[in-house]
């Protein structure tokens, strides 16, 4: 006797991969037993542990893979995947764990030792350290922003980071005060910055 059944559940592990923001890769196995009948598609759900509510991501992944989009960044999710054939849909495979929608790194811990190395007429030389954590990924450069000390506002001096740990900041008028800092930058953007230099009076 031929028994028609729904398919197995797809066989683990369910791998989350590739995490971004707004996105992640999910990989799983074919079901051990199909029912009597073939898979013609997987099912692929979210669950946003704030809601816990099951949500469908696709009805129709024909492949073994699928790449989600339209996550929250930073909220934590959980995923499951049922295969389906003509008899109905299986038990699902779940993740282990959620998964939070971020990179898996961070940006840059922010630069050390931020020192005036020299003083002109219309510059200012500076020179820093790199920071103790790079945040996973290698640092790309640095971004050097300045103000005067009546201020509250920051002006970016380089919009492309420098390489080096040192910068001539040009084109600062005569005989004024200058505040400095110092932010890193890798591919998750820009760290935190770091202590200001404090005033720093531009020579007459």
């Known amino acids: 006797v031929i028994v028609y059944d729904s398919p197995s559940k797809p066989e683990g592990p369910l791998d989350v991969s590739d995490v971004t923001p707004d996105g992640c890769v999910l990989k799983w196995n074919a079901p051990v037993e199909d029912g009597g009948s073939p898979v013609t598609n997987y099912v692929v759900e979210k669950q946003d ?13 024909r492949n073994l893979n699928f790449e989600v989009m339209g996550l929250v960044e930073g909220n934590n999710y959980n995923f499951r995947v ?12 779940e993740t282990p764990v959620s998964v939070a929608a971020q990179y898996p790194y961070t940006t840059p811990d922010p630069p050390g030792n ?11 030389s500076l020179m820093w350290s790199k920071p103790k954590n790079d945040g996973g990924k290698k640092i790309q450069g640095y971004v050097v922003e300045y103000k005067e000390p ?3 506002r920051w002006k970016t001096y380089n919009e492309a980071p420098v390489k080096d740990c040192a910068i001539t900041v040009e084109g600062l008028n005569k005989d004024t005060e200058y505040e400095f800092r110092v932010k890193a930058k890798n591919v998750a953007g820009l760290g935190t910055p770091s ?10």
Do not use: C
Not at 82 to 93: I, Q, V
């Open 49 to 61: 542990t704030k809601t816990g509510k099951w949500e469908p991501v696709s009805k129709f992944v």
């Open 82 to 93: 049922m295969a389906e054939n003509e008899f109905g849909l299986s038990e699902p495979l």
């Open 114 to 124: 931020v020192k005036i190395d020299d003083v002109d007429e219309s510059s200012v």
């Open 150 to 152: 009546s201020s509250n």
């Open 195 to 204: 202590d200001t230099t404090g005033p720093v009076h531009v020579k007459p």
